[in-house]
C-alpha cells in the first residue's frame, strides 16, 4: 500500500508513481516528442508532491532517456525514444565527482583482448570495414612514391613528419573549421600515439584527467600506465554534460580533459558546435588544456563534417589528435597531433619515443590526399557507413528484448545499445562469446559499476553472417530473460581491442 | 726544487715524476708494445718509493692510455697508444658511485639539436651513410611486398609484428650466438622505441638504472623523461668496468642495467666474449633486468659478427634491442626487441603505446632478409666503415694537436677522441660550429664532469669535404693550445641527434 507521507520509503515509492504517471503520458502521446512536460513548481502542486518529489521522478525519466533537461527552459520529451540517455548527470552531479585513481581489472583486460580475436564475428572492436579501404590505389602511391623519393623515403624522416603531408593535413583543416599550417602539426604512428604524447605532454604521474564516460577503453589503459588519476564526466547523445564537468573542475585539480567530441567512440554521440565552443572557454578559464581524438569526425554521415573542438581553440589549449586509421589505411600508422601551445614537449617527445614516424607511409597518404581523390573516397564510404549503421540498427531492434535502446549516430560506425534495466550485458557477453561472436561489455567503458545493461557494436560490416550473429544475439539476451546465463570457463586467447 | 719527503705535495711530484720516468722510457720503445712493465713491488725498490707512490704512477699511466692492469698478471703496455683510455676504473671506484637522478642541461639539449642540424658538415650524429643503403631494392621490394600483400599492408598489423619479419629475424639470431624462435620476437617502430618499452617494462619511476659511461645521449633523455635515476659506470675499449658494476649493484638497488656492448656509441668499444658472460651472470645473481641495443653489431669490420649479451642469457634477463636502422633504412623505422620474460608486459606497452607498427615497411624488410641479399650486403658495408673509420681516424692524427688519441673500433662509424688533458672540447665544438661542422662535445655523454677533453666523430662519410672539415677542427685545436676561445651567440635551430 502506498502512503503519502514525508518519510524515505514513501517517498520513494511517491516520486516513483510521479514518474510512471508523466511517463504514461508520454508513451501515450500525451506528451509527444519535443513537448515541454510540467515544470516542477507546475507538477508539484498539480500532483500535491514535494518539489524534491518532481525533481527526483524527472531525474528518474531522464535516466529512462525520456526526458531531456534544457538549461533555463525546462524539462523536454526525447525526441529518440529508442536511443540510450547515457549517464544522467543528476545522480553524479555533486556526489561521485572525484578522481579515482586507475586499475583496469584483469577482466576488462581480458574483455579487451577477447573481443580482437579475429575467429569472432567481429561487433566488439573498433576496426573499420577493410572492404572500404582504397587498398590498391594505396599501395599503388606506396610504390610511386617511394621511387619519387627514393632516397627520403630511405634515410631518417624529419622528426615532425614530411612537410606534403602536412601541408595536405593543414588544407583538409579548414573542413573541421580550423586554419592550420604545416607547422602546427607534428606526425605521429597513429592517433593513439597522438594522445599518448598530448597526455605526457601536458600531465604528470598522480595528476587528473577529466574524460566523457563511458571512457573508450585504450584511454583508459594510456591513464593507467602513466599514473593518472580519471574524473568520468557523464556523457549523453550531445557528449559530455558541461555542468557536472564545470563542478568537477572546480572541485579538484584537473590537468587535462579528453574528449571524442565527433561521433563518440562508444556512445556515437555529436557535440553540438555552441556546446564544443562552451567546453573549449570553460577550459580556457583554468588553463586546463583539452585534448581531442577527432579520429571518426571525417566519417560525418551528412554532406560536411562537423568542426573539432580546435575550431573554437583561441588559447592553444587544444590538443587536436587524429589518424588515416579509420579512413585510409590502419596498417600504415600515420597520425598526427596540433598540440598548440604544447607543441615544442610535443616533439620532444615524439623523439625520445621512437625518433620520427616512417616515410614510406607518410609519402603514400599525402599522394593520395594530393592526387587520390580523398572527398569522393570519403562521400563514399560515409554513405557506406550510414546504411549499415541503420541496417545494424534495425536488426537490434528487431531481435532484441523489447525496451532495448540503441544509439543513432550520426557519423562513424558504432554502436551503444543500452539493454533494458536488470540486464546483465557482461553475461550477453560471455554467451555470445561461446556463440564466436564478439561483443564489448558496457563494464569496460567505465572505472566505476556503470553500464552494466549495456554493449558497444561495431556496425562498419553488413553480410549475413553479420545479420545472423545479430539475431542469436538477440535471442541470447531473450533467453536471459528466463534464466540466468551461467560464466563460461575462462578464455585464454589474447588480442586487443581498438 | 723536488723534495723526497712523505708529506702530500712532496709525494704528488714523487707519483710524476715516476710516471714521467716510466712513460718516458714507453715512448722511446723500452717498454713496447704488449711487453709488461715492473711490477709494483721492484719499482718501489728500484726507484725508492713507496709502494703507493708507484700505483699512484701506474693509474696515471692508465688514465693516459699508455698501460693497462691485467689481473693477477701485472701491469702491460697498451698496444695502440693513440687510444683513449676511457674512464679510468680507480678514480670512480668506491667513491663516487652513487645514484644521480637526471636533469639534462639546456646546454646539453641544445647541443643535440645543433649538431643535428643537416647544414653541418655531419660529423655529430650517429647516422649512417645513406649512399650504402639498398634504396632502389629496398623500395621495388616496398612495392612489390604492397602488392603481394595487398590487404594485410593496410589493415591493422599484427601487434607484435608481422611473422614473416619476426621468422627472419629468429634465423638471423644464430649469427649473433642466440637461437631464437619468432614468438620470441616483438617488432618496434626502431631500436630507440624498443629500449623504451624494455625500460619501462623493467622500471618504475625513481628506480635506479646502471649504464655504460659515456652514455649514449638518447639514453639519458629517456632515462630522464622516464623518472630514473643514473649509475654511470665507467668504460673503456671493451666495456663497463665490471668490478666497478659489482660494487655499484651490491650498494645499490638498481632495476635494470644498458650496455651497448657492440661497438658502443660513443667509445667504438666491443665488449669480449668472457667479459659479456660475466656481465650477464654478475646481474642474474640479482636478477637485474640486462638491457642490450645491438644496433652495431651487423656492423663488424671481421669476417663474422660478435654474440650479443643475449646469447649468455640463461634466465631471460637480456632484453636484447636493435633495429635496421643503421644497416638498411632509417626511414624504415623498423626495429626489434627480444624481451625474454618480460614479452607480456612489453606486448602490452607496444599495444598502448601506438598499437603496432606499420606494416609495409616490416613486409619489405622481411623481402630484404629473405631474397635480398642482406649478407652480400652487410659484406659490402662493413668494408667501406672499416676503410672510412680508418681513414677519418688517421685525418685526426695527421691534423690535431700531439697527443690526442683516437679511439679504433673494430666495427660500427663512430669515433671517440680525446684531446690532450685541458683541452675544453666543447669549446671546440662552439668553433666548430661557426665553421658549419657539427661534432659531438664529450660534456654530453655524462651527467657529471667528465670527457671535456673528449668528443664524438661520425665516420660514417668521407669526402674531400669531410677531410677539409677535419683539417679546420684540427687547426682549431691547435689554435685552442695558444688562447681561449670565446663562446659565440647561442644558436636557435633545433634539430636532434641520434
Given at each position: 500500500m502506498k502512503t503519502n507521507g514525508q518519510n524515505g520509503a514513501g517517498e520513494l515509492l511517491r516520486y516513483e508513481e510521479v514518474a510512471a504517471k508523466i511517463g504514461g503520458m508520454i508513451k501515450n502521446g500525451t506528451y509527444r516528442a519535443g513537448e515541454r512536460v510540467p515544470s516542477i513548481r507546475a507538477l508539484s502542486r498539480q500532483m500535491r508532491v514535494s518539489a524534491n518529489t518532481v525533481m527526483e521522478s524527472y531525474a528518474r525519466l531522464e535516466n529512462l532517456g525520456m526526458i531531456e533537461a534544457r538549461p533555463q527552459s525546462g524539462y523536454y520529451v526525447c525526441s529518440r525514444l529508442a536511443e540510450p540517455a547515457g549517464l544522467p548527470a543528476s545522480r553524479e552531479r555533486e556526489t561521485d565527482i572525484a578522481p579515482n585513481p586507475v586499475t583496469i581489472g584483469d577482466v576488462a583486460l581480458e574483455v579487451m583482448r577477447n573481443i580482437a580475436n579475429p575467429s569472432l564475428v567481429p561487433l566488439g572492436g573498433g576496426i573499420p570495414n577493410c572492404d572500404l579501404l582504397p587498398v590498391d590505389k594505396l599501395n599503388r602511391m606506396l610504390s610511386s612514391e617511394a621511387r619519387r623519393f627514393s632516397l627520403q623515403s630511405i634515410a631518417y624522416p624529419p622528426h615532425q613528419g614530411h612537410k606534403l603531408l602536412r601541408t595536405q593535413i593543414a588544407r583538409r583543416s579548414l573542413d573541421s573549421g580550423c586554419t592550420l599550417s604545416s607547422e602546427d602539426i607534428i606526425i605521429t604512428s597513429g592517433c593513439v600515439e597522438a594522445v599518448n604524447l598530448a597526455l605526457q605532454a601536458v600531465c604528470r604521474p598522480g595528476d587528473t584527467v577529466a574524460i566523457g564516460s563511458p571512457v573508450y577503453p585504450t584511454f583508459l589503459k594510456s591513464i593507467q600506465w602513466m599514473g593518472l588519476k580519471v574524473l568520468e564526466i557523464p556523457s549523453n547523445g550531445k557528449g559530455m554534460n558541461l555542468e557536472v564537468l564545470d563542478y568537477a573542475i572546480r572541485h579538484n585539480r584537473v590537468s587535462a580533459c579528453i574528449t571524442i567530441a565527433n561521433f563518440n567512440n562508444p556512445l556515437g554521440s555529436l557535440m553540438p558546435e555552441d556546446k564544443k565552443r562552451d567546453l573549449v572557454a570553460l577550459l580556457a578559464k583554468q588553463e586546463i588544456p583539452l585534448i581531442e581524438d577527432d579520429v571518426y569526425g571525417d566519417l560525418a554521415y551528412g554532406p560536411s563534417r562537423p568542426p573539432s573542438t580546435k575550431a573554437f581553440d583561441e588559447n592553444g589549449l587544444v590538443l587536436y589528435c587524429s589518424s588515416f586509421s579509420k579512413t585510409l589505411a590502419p596498417g600504415y600508422r600515420v597520425g598526427w597531433i596540433v598540440p598548440g601551445r604544447f607543441k615544442e614537449k610535443v616533439a620532444q617527445l615524439k623523439v625520445l619515443l621512437n625518433i620520427a614516424t616512417a616515410s614510406p607511409t607518410q609519402l603514400a597518404i599525402a599522394e593520395f590526399l594530393t592526387n587520390g581523390g580523398y572527398d569522393y573516397h570519403l562521400r563514399k564510404i560515409r554513405r557506406v557507413y550510414a546504411r549499415q549503421t541503420a541496417l545494424v540498427r534495425d536488426t537490434v531492434v528487431r531481435f532484441f528484448p523489447a525496451g532495448t535502446r540503441v544509439s543513432r549516430p550520426e557519423g562513424g560506425y558504432i554502436l551503444w545499445v543500452e539493454l533494458p534495466e536488470g540486464f546483465d550485458a557482461f553475461k550477453l557477453y560471455e554467451a555470445a562469446l561461446r556463440e564466436g561472436i564478439g561483443i564489448a561489455p558496457?563494464?569496460?567503458?567505465?572505472?566505476?559499476?556503470?553500464?552494466?545493461?549495456c554493449f558497444r557494436l561495431n556496425a562498419a560490416l553488413w553480410s549475413e553472417r553479420i545479420e545472423q550473429a545479430l539475431e542469436i544475439l538477440g535471442g541470447l539476451a531473450e533467453e536471459m530473460k528466463q534464466y540466468p546465463i551461467e560464466r563460461p570457463e575462462k578464455t585464454l586467447v589474447s588480442y586487443v581491442t581498438y
Open positions: 558496457g563494464t569496460i567503458f567505465t572505472l566505476g559499476d556503470r553500464y552494466k545493461n
